[in-house]
């Protein structure tokens, strides 16, 4: 069998706008640890985080991955 280089699947699953549990879940950034950065500015209202209707902060799953990976 021929090694292949990995090619990225478009058919990856994008996870868009999530709750901070799943953010601590698979990024490993606590709650705590994304307010703190929200509040001092280090992440953008509408690029990587919102509120939804109800008042909770929710989180752009790939716009963080950017921000981690110093895309931005």
Known sequence: MK???FKADSRLIQLGWVHPR???????LTSDQLSTRRKSGKFVEGKHWMKDPMGTVMWNFENLDAWIEGVE
């Open 22 to 28: 799943v953010i601590e879940a698979l990024k490993g």
């Open 3 to 5: 090694n292949t280089p």
